[in-house]
Every structure is written in structure tokens, then in C-alpha cells.
């Protein structure tokens, strides 16, 4: 006999979740299937550990510059590993919220692997090794991402995912980050901040490639403040364990990586080289670089199994399974949210998508996830969030309607002593297409431009738009 649900998730990230627990509030039978850990990627080794040790660091940081408000703190230190326990506690808190939401609104929840046999049929296999057969009329795939290294590069004890280093138990004295987007810079910064030598490359012209250039300068800016040594244009050819660290080859393909290195501030950490270069450039362009561990942050990839989806005859591609706005694969009945269809792979993206596809097969009620409306946020120090468009988009498309308020025109940011920011609002004929906000609390800020993305706000509303004072929110003031 086989367990019959109107639906049945596969994957409890953020994304499967959401799902679960908004077709459950309808009052159809649901059942949610997951083999590592309630809340996913997002609570285990994404969202949630990153930013609970960004809190530390961040704190530990602002502890030093205090003198400047009259505030003095004798000798800040911090302890490792009391950050960890932090990290520990916020994640156990985090996966004990989306059990207790998932059990209150009646989700049957079953650890263990899910397999899809056939549209409609699951089998579920227990962590004791007991197996199941599980029906339901809906499937939904979430399941998730995974970290992607470059061809010919393994994981190994001091060449590290962000999963690796998450576990990390103890703090290195080096860090070398190979990719300068989000998950690198926010590591960066975290490490940076905590005494770490940090040296990162990243293969493309400016940090966070797609972000806006100014954005991406400012936060360039701030990280060789902290001292960290930032090598855009440089690509890792070659890396290896040595016997107590990590050595990396890495390379120019542009002219001029020399000019670049010679601008670093004076406080920009020199790589240890000890051959009289503090940089190691070698006449074509090349970076030899070391350090006790490695990061890398190249990408993540959807993961599936081919052979599964082949077999079913589930449509994917490298980028993700192929899925229409409805989230609908091309097979009738199973459905795919989240990551593994590709695309932003953010956790609030997963959710709505989820939200959205629970709306729709128990109620035919549609809630969209406009991608244009999905915000992103990088938690460095500052942080860079932005909304739909950005300036270089911008002007490529001709829309050169461009408002922008800097964080130093805000009395609010002046007074706390927020430090450099700005705001970047783009308008298409009079319509709001896009916003990017560099600067403290620019994650916080970015929420209300994506509900007016959302519902298609133009100039005039926002000019109606009340703020109070005095708040740094009055930066998005016209
Ligand atoms: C270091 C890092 C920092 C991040 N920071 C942020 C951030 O600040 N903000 C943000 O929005 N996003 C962030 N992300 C991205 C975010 O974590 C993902 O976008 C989000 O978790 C995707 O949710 P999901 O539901 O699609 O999949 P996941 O969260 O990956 O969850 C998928 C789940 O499915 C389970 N699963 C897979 N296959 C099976 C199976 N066959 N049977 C049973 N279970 C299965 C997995 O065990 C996993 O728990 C970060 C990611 C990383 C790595």
C-alpha cells in the first residue's frame, strides 16, 4: 500500500519549505522529504552561518573605531571559537524554526532520500536503510545547490568550499579567496576583519561582476582598507596543497596587471614571496601566491542527477531543470523551485517560488516572483544591494534617467558614522527600473525599492513617498 499526499516535496532548503508549509496551510496533505538538514543549504552552510559570523567580526571591528563618538573599549579582542559557538547556536535556531513551522501547520516530515520513480511516485528511503513507496498527484523538486570547482581542482584539507571552511575550527593565519563574488567578498571581509591576511583574485575586471562598477570600486575600496589584497584580471591557473598550506599560480590574460598591483594602498598586504617582488609578478602577468588555506568560491551548479531526470524525462540543462513561469516542468505533475532550476540562486527567490507554486495547485491563487522585483544583497562591510537594473544596463538600453543621493548627504548616516554609501535610483520613462545601494544597511534599505519594483511604482509615487526624520531611509528620498 502506498502513502498517498496531494503533495510531496523532495528538499527542505528554503525553497521546499516554503512550498510545504503554503500548500499544508491550505489544508491539502502534504509531506516533505529531506537528507541532510531542515532549512537546507541556506541554515546549514549558506545565509544563516555566514551572516551569524559576519555579526562577530562586524561587532569586533566597530569595537575599534569607537574613540571617534567618545567611547572607549580597553584592548577589544575576540574568541574564535565563542564566534563558532554563535555560528552553532543561530543555525540550531534556524533549523528548530522551519521543523516547529512545518510541524504546526501539519507537513509530514520524513528524513531520508527521496527518489522519483515516476510522476507521481516517490521512493523514500530512511536513515535506517528502511524503504518507502510514497505517492502524491504533485512532486516538487527542491533540491538545491552544490558548490562548482574549476576542471581538475578537488576539495581536500586546505583547499576549501565555503562548506569547508564553515567548518573551519580554528582561524588561519592566511586566506586565499579565488573568486571575488558574493560568497568571496563576504568571506573576505569576515576574515579580513577578524586579523586574517586575505588575498583574493578574481578573474574578471572588478569584483562582483554584474554588480554596478561604482558599487564594486567603493567595496574594492573598503577591503584594502581592512587590508585585504584584492587582484582583479588574475585567473588561478594552477593550485596545490603544500605541506602546511596551499600554493597558487595565478595569471593575467589582460596587459597591464603590473600598473594595477603597483596602485594598492600602502596598507594592501604583500603576498609572501621574500624575493624582493611583494608582489610576485612575473614580467607576463603572474601572481605566485600562498597561504595556510585556500577558498574557493568559483560558482555553485543545481544539483541533480542526469540520469534520474533523464529517466523520467525531465527536461535540464547545465544552468538548471528547465521550468515556465509556473514553476511546471515538462512533465505533468512534477514541478522544480529554487536553485536547482538555475538562475538568481538566492534563498528569498526560492521561497517565493515555492510560495507561489503552493498558491497555484491549492487554490489556482497567483502570487508572483518577478525576477526583476527580486533583490539581491552582498553583507560585506558595506553592503551592496541592488534591484533590477544597474547603471551600465542602464545606458545600454538608453535609459538614462539616473537619481543618486550619497550616504554623506544623510544626516542620519553622518551621525552614526556610517561611512561612504550611495544610492542609485534608474528610471524608464518615469517608472522605477532599477536601484543599486552601496553602504551600511543597504540590505534594509533595498526592501521597500523592490515592493515598488514589484508594483510598478514610477517617479511621482515615490515623490508622495512620506520618510520619516531623521532616518538613513531618507536617502531614498526624491
Ligand atoms: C556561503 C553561502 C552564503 C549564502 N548567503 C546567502 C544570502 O545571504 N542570502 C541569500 O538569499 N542566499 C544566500 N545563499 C544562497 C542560498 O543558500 C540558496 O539560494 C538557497 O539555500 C536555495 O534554496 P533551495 O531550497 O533551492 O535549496 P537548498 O537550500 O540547497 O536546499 C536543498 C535541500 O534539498 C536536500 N536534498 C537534495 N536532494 C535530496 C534528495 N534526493 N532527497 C532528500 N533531500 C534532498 C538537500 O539536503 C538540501 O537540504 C548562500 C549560499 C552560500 C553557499
Not at 586565499?176 to 569576515?190: K, M, P
Not at 578573474?203 to 585585504?228: D, S, T
Request: glycine content about 12%.
Amino acid at each position: 500500500m502506498f502513502e498517498k499526499f496531494d503533495i510531496l516535496v523532495i528538499g527542505a532548503g528554503p525553497g521546499g519549505h516554503a512550498a510545504a508549509v503554503w500548500a499544508a496551510r491550505h489544508g491539502t496533505r502534504v509531506a516533505i522529504i529531506e537528507r541532510q538538514g531542515w532549512g537546507g543549504t541556506c541554515t546549514h552552510r549558506g545565509c544563516i552561518p555566514t551572516k551569524a559570523l559576519l555579526a562577530c567580526s562586524r561587532r569586533y571591528a566597530q569595537m575599534k573605531n569607537l574613540g571617534r563618538m567618545g567611547v572607549s573599549v580597553a584592548d577589544p579582542s575576540f574568541d574564535f571559537a565563542a564566534m563558532k559557538r554563535h555560528q552553532e547556536q543561530i543555525v540550531k535556531i534556524s533549523s528548530l524554526g522551519v521543523q516547529k513551522s512545518l510541524k504546526e501547520t501539519g507537513v509530514e516530515m520524513k528524513s531520508g532520500e527521496g527518489r522519483i520513480i515516476s510522476p507521481g511516485e516517490v521512493e523514500w528511503t530512511a536513515p535506517d536503510g528502511r524503504r518507502e513507496r510514497l505517492s502524491a498527484r504533485n512532486l516538487v523538486i527542491a533540491w538545491g545547490s552544490e558548490p562548482a570547482l574549476p576542471p581538475g581542482v578537488q576539495p581536500s584539507e586546505r583547499i576549501l568550499t565555503s562548506d569547508g571552511l564553515l567548518s573551519l575550527r580554528t582561524l588561519p593565519e592566511s586566506l586565499l579567496i579565488v573568486g571575488g563574488s558574493v560568497i568571496g567578498v563576504e568571506f573576505a571581509t569576515l576574515f579580513a576583519e577578524l586579523g586574517v591576511r586575505v588575498t583574493l583574485i578574481e578573474m574578471m575586471g572588478q569584483l562582483l561582476p554584474g554588480e554596478e562598477g561604482e558599487a564594486a570600486a567603493l567595496l574594492a575600496r573598503e577591503l584594502k582598507n581592512l587590508r585585504v589584497a584584492v587582484h582583479t584580471g588574475m585567473r588561478m591557473e594552477t593550485i596545490r596543497e603544500t605541506g602546511s598550506g596551499v600554493q597558487l599560480l595565478a595569471v593575467s590574460d589582460a596587459p597591464g596587471a603590473e600598473t594595477r598591483q603597483a596602485q594598492d594602498p600602502p596598507g594592501a598586504h604583500p603576498p609572501d614571496k621574500g624575493n624582493g617582488d611583494p608582489y610576485g609578478i612575473r614580467p607576463a602577468g603572474t601572481l605566485d601566491l600562498s597561504a595556510d588555506y585556500a577558498l574557493i568560491c568559483t560558482g555553485r551548479r543545481p544539483r541533480f542527477s542526469a540520469e534520474e531526470l533523464n529517466a523520467l524525462g525531465i527536461r535540464h540543462e547545465r544552468r538548471g531543470i528547465v521550468v515556465d513561469a509556473r514553476q511546471m516542468t515538462n512533465v505533468p505533475g512534477i514541478y522544480a523551485v529554487g536553485d536547482v532550476t538555475g538562475g538568481m540562486m538566492l534563498a528569498h527567490r526560492a521561497m517565493q517560488q515555492g510560495k507561489g507554486l503552493a498558491a497555484r495547485l491549492c487554490s489556482g491563487r497567483e502570487i508572483r516572483c518577478p525576477e526583476e522585483a527580486v533583490p539581491s544583497v552582498v553583507y560585506t562591510h558595506p553592503q551592496i544591494a541592488r534591484v533590477g537594473l544597474t547603471e551600465e544596463e542602464a545606458l545600454r538600453k538608453g535609459i538614462a534617467e539616473i537619481h543618486r543621493a550619497d550616504f554623506a548627504a544623510n544626516i542620519t548616516a553622518r551621525t552614526v558614522l556610517l561611512g561612504p554609501g550611495f544610492v542609485k535610483l534608474l528610471f524608464d520613462r518615469e517608472k522605477l527600473a532599477g536601484a543599486t545601494i552601496a553602504g551600511d544597511q543597504a540590505g534594509e534599505l533595498i526592501a521597500p525599492l523592490s515592493l515598488a519594483m514589484a508594483a510598478g511604482l514610477d517617479r511621482r509615487q515615490l515623490e508622495e513617498w512620506i520618510i520619516p526624520h531623521p532616518t538613513l531611509s531618507e536617502v531614498l528620498g526624491l
